[in-house]
């Protein structure tokens, strides 16, 4: 059992995979719930499995998602979302391995690596009699605590270049780097979403310029100030290729469209006017 503990956005899924693919496990089965999206009527039957007949619907026999990891690891997320009754089967399954499925008598055996993450503060949940304290007892033997990317200022160009890299490649960019400043505006926010928040910002700024360097840093919402707003037939052809919006309303005048749009004409010869920037 390994849990792990962190705010939201800091990677918790990341960590699970790699500690997977480190261990002795890592070719064989791999099944990541998140707890948080079960929907409450079927989460028993999805983590453990079901009889026929166990309940309207119930048609066939089902394996849970915690059985279809035998051998292997399975990774919780979210695990202090569940309700108190899946926490105390959930429970049975730590201390002895033992799963039973809705709708049955007996029990199966399963040996499995167990993962679990949390971005609750399940002392507060224990206090509060939401989640069950011998279930919390047995989670917190030991945690690993995933830090905030506030707390690992250092660490921000890592993540970064991982992100240009990849929306370079993804949106048809050429982003060469950031600047100094940039970089220096990057490491000093807050980023309350971690780096979950940073992708979201880089990639709005990298699609907005292009192609270059990005000059400047966020703001204290966490929004890029460097922007370059594109002429129309600048966003009609980013937007062609599939590099994603491209500038917002308000930026373009009527009479800029207008003139775009008789340019468009004039070269084409054709009296067909390229189309309108999508709002």
Known sequence: MIPWQGETGTGKDLVASVVRRLGARRERPWQVVNCATLVREMLLSDLFGNERGAFTGAVARKEG????????????????ELPLEAQAMLLRFLENGELRPVGSTRTTRVDERVIAATNRDLEQAVTRREFREDLYDRLTDIVLEVPPLRARREDTPLPIEHF???????????????????????????????????????????????????????????????????????????????????????????????????????????????PPSTR
């Open 164 to 274: 240009r890299i990849l929306f370079n490649g993804k949106h048809a960019l050429a982003i060469e780097g950031l600047r100094p400043e940039a970089l220096a505006a990057m490491m000093a926010h807050e980023w309350s979403g971690n780096v979950r928040a940073l992708s979201k910002a880089l990639k709005e700024a990298m699609v907005l310029r292009e192609e270059g360097w990005i000059q400047q840093g966020v703001d204290s919402a966490g929004r890029p100030q460097d922007r370059e707003w594109p002429t129309t037939r600048e966003a009609i052809g980013r937007w062609r290729r599939g590099a994603g919006p491209t500038r917002r309303p308000g930026r373009a005048t009527a009479a800029s469209e207008q003139a775009a749009g008789d340019g468009a004409e004039n070269r084409s010869g054709t009296g067909c006017r390229e």
């Open 65 to 80: 998602l915690l059985a279809l990891a035998h051998g292997g690891t399975v990774f919780l997320d979210e695990v202090g």
